[in-house]
């Protein structure tokens, strides 16, 4: 019959979860005795570190990736990369050691005290089997759980004496449905006010980038000739930003947003809440006259959104179905947005003309990982995304994600096969947050390349001091960081570049390299605009 152990492992097995990550603690080693040879154990430093890189594997791999930590030290670390899990719908499971089952009631050191609550409410579901001979079928369970939509993080607290117990049979392996497709009557409803619509909007997010669904977006946008504009704060690209009828990131304020939308009747809103604001400037959610369309998978999402109708339904499926409804319109097409300004290259190079030079020499399939929050806007100008599956960042607003995940995602494109270059811009104060997922990369020999714009401040921050008129705020300048030596520290190649010239030609080098390459480039204080 074998053990526990045996058992999980063939749920493991058996559902293709064959990649760990973690950061092992005493409570973890009686699941991680007698590794097979058929897993990989990627080890982290620290728990967060642990759980953005399986973030980032679990979304362009498509496939659940277990996170093991170390019961409640470990949860505790980990946790503010698992509410961007959250946020990001990427499907985890996060596994966790508890404390011998003999000794729970004594509450001994490494006890979790309430393990099934220590991680809400960031996780869909978190369980302590009552049964050591549940722990096998608890996993399938929370595999379901996982990628049933809306996908996300759960948590399984498993005690420690609970691998070498005996198993009760062999567990059963199960497949469930990842999609909701949308209701009939809804949907009918839904094309038929965007067919008669005057003048619509369409608002892509990452929704349809997760379920595949660029070209039938694209496809709706055609045939309608409407703008398409990304929500604000957006975690995944989905739509092609080179195309003529894109028109950049809406603002992420109430009264701004609502202005941006002036002037059309319908607003289709598919793949995204409705909306992510930060900060608060009061005013109108939509302009008067403006009825609004939500299509996601997600029902809190649905419920909590101020104005709309809602559709639940997979991004994809809704798009394909729209854009099979909807008569091709005869309305000129919307103007192209206009390419930015050519920026003056000086010495320190400007964020945009950091940003032109990196959009410049960008790989045509690269993947690009953001946590630089006072120039994403800028970034985002200049370096217009093609592909699907080519932007992740925190939907969370928490710091540390980034670096972590572009070592998850740079070991997914290796295991994949595709292989895509990975390209991570993170902030200076970003950078330090997780600066020890630096040693996995290197470990792994991952090819990323790490562009650090240095001003040497929290540059996002000073933009929320001007806006909310809190001056003298302490803690906002970053003096003293050394960003090359702390990369070679870790094993990774390391370098400061100031101009233009030597930007290009590094990253040019950096992405055919067999590790990570760390480019300190030097740029302008400027405290960008906050909406």
């Given at each position: 019959m074998g053990t526990v152990h045996d058992a999980t492992y063939e749920v493991l097995r058996g559902l293709g979860m064959t990649t760990v990550f973690g950061n092992p603690g005493s409570t973890e080693e009686p699941f991680l005795t007698r590794f097979p040879s058929d897993f990989t154990y990627v080890l982290a430093l620290q728990e967060a570190s642990a759980v953005a890189m399986a973030d980032g594997y679990a979304q362009v791999t498509g496939v659940p990736a277990h996170v093991n930590l170390h019961t409640t030290p470990g949860v505790g670390n980990g946790m503010g990369n698992l509410a961007t899990a959250w946020h990001n719908r990427a499907p985890l499971v996060v596994s966790s050691g508890q404390q011998h089952r003999d000794m729970l009631r004594l509450e001994p050191l490494l006890t979790n005290r309430y393990a099934q609550l220590l991680p809400m409410p960031y996780v869909k579901w978190s369980y302590e089997p009552a049964r050591a001979q549940d722990v096998p079928q608890a996993f399938m369970q929370a595999y379901a759980r996982a990628v049933q939509p809306p996908a996300g993080p759960v948590h399984l607290s498993i005690p420690m004496d609970d691998w070498d117990q005996p198993a009760d049979g062999a567990p059963t392996l199960r497949t469930v449905s990842t999609r909701v497709a949308p209701e009939p009557e809804r949907l009918r409803e839904f094309a038929d006010v965007l067919a008669g619509a005057r003048s619509p909007a369409l608002v892509i997010g990452g929704g349809v980038d997760?379920?595949?669904?660029?070209?039938?977006?694209?496809?709706?946008?055609?045939?309608?000739?409407?703008?398409?504009?990304?929500?604000?704060?957006?975690?995944?690209?989905?739509?092609?930003?080179?195309?003529?009828?894109?028109?950049?990131?809406?603002?992420?304020?109430?009264?701004?947003?609502?202005?941006?939308?002036?002037?059309?009747?319908?607003?289709?809103?598919?793949?995204?809440?409705?909306?992510?604001?930060?900060?608060?400037?009061?005013?109108?959610?939509?302009?008067?006259?403006?009825?609004?369309?939500?299509?996601?998978?997600?029902?809190?999402?649905?419920?909590?959104?101020?104005?709309?109708?809602?559709?639940?339904?997979?991004?994809?499926?809704?798009?394909?179905?729209?854009?099979?409804?909807?008569?091709?319109?005869?309305?000129?097409?919307?103007?192209?947005?206009?390419?930015?300004?050519?920026?003056?290259?000086?010495?320190?190079?400007?964020?945009?003309?950091?940003?032109?030079?990196?959009?410049?020499?960008?790989?045509?399939?690269?993947?690009?990982?953001?946590?630089?929050?006072?120039?994403?806007?800028?970034?985002?100008?200049?370096?217009?995304?093609?592909?699907?599956?080519?932007?992740?960042?925190?939907?969370?607003?928490?710091?540390?994600?980034?670096?972590?995940?572009?070592?998850?995602?740079?070991?997914?494109?290796?295991?994949?096969?595709?292989?895509?270059?990975?390209?991570?811009?993170?902030?200076?104060?970003?950078?330090?947050?997780?600066?020890?997922?630096?040693?996995?990369?290197?470990?792994?020999?991952?090819?990323?390349?790490?562009?650090?714009?240095?001003?040497?401040?929290?540059?996002?921050?000073?933009?929320?001091?001007?806006?909310?008129?809190?001056?003298?705020?302490?803690?906002?300048?970053?003096?003293?960081?050394?960003?090359?030596?702390?990369?070679?520290?870790?094993?990774c190649q390391g370098q400061r570049v100031e101009d233009a010239d030597g930007l290009g030609d590094a990253v040019a080098v950096a992405t055919k390299a067999d590790g990570p390459t760390i480019l300190a480039v030097p740029i302008t204080k400027e405290v960008p605009a906050l909406v």
């Open positions: 997760r379920s595949g669904g660029w070209d039938d977006a694209v496809r709706l946008a055609e045939k309608l000739r409407a703008p398409v504009w990304a929500p604000p704060l957006n975690e995944r690209t989905g739509f092609p930003e080179d195309h003529p009828q894109y028109r950049g990131m809406l603002p992420p304020a109430i009264g701004p947003l609502g202005e941006q939308l002036r002037g059309h009747d319908v607003v289709a809103v598919i793949g995204a809440p409705v909306f992510r604001y930060y900060p608060y400037v009061p005013g109108e959610f939509l302009p008067e006259g403006t009825r609004l369309l939500h299509v996601t998978d997600d029902a809190d999402e649905a419920a909590r959104a101020p104005v709309g109708d809602s559709l639940l339904a997979d991004a994809a499926l809704a798009c394909a179905a729209f854009a099979d409804a909807v008569p091709a319109s005869d309305r000129p097409a919307p103007e192209p947005q206009q390419a930015p300004p050519t920026p003056e290259l000086g010495t320190p190079l400007s964020p945009d003309a950091l940003f032109a030079t990196l959009a410049r020499v960008w790989p045509d399939d690269g993947v690009l990982v953001e946590e630089s929050p006072s120039n994403v806007k800028i970034l985002k100008q200049h370096l217009r995304l093609r592909r699907p599956a080519s932007y992740f960042t925190a939907s969370s607003g928490g710091l540390g994600y980034g670096l972590p995940a572009a070592a998850g995602i740079a070991l997914g494109e290796r295991h994949t096969g595709r292989r895509r270059p990975v390209v991570a811009v993170i902030g200076e104060g970003s950078f330090q947050y997780s600066v020890q997922a630096l040693w996995t990369a290197a470990q792994h020999k991952l090819p990323i390349v790490v562009v650090v714009p240095v001003n040497e401040e929290y540059g996002i921050l000073k933009a929320f001091a001007d806006f909310e008129h809190t001056p003298g705020v302490p803690g906002l300048d970053l003096p003293g960081l050394d960003v090359p030596t702390i990369a070679r520290g870790y094993g």
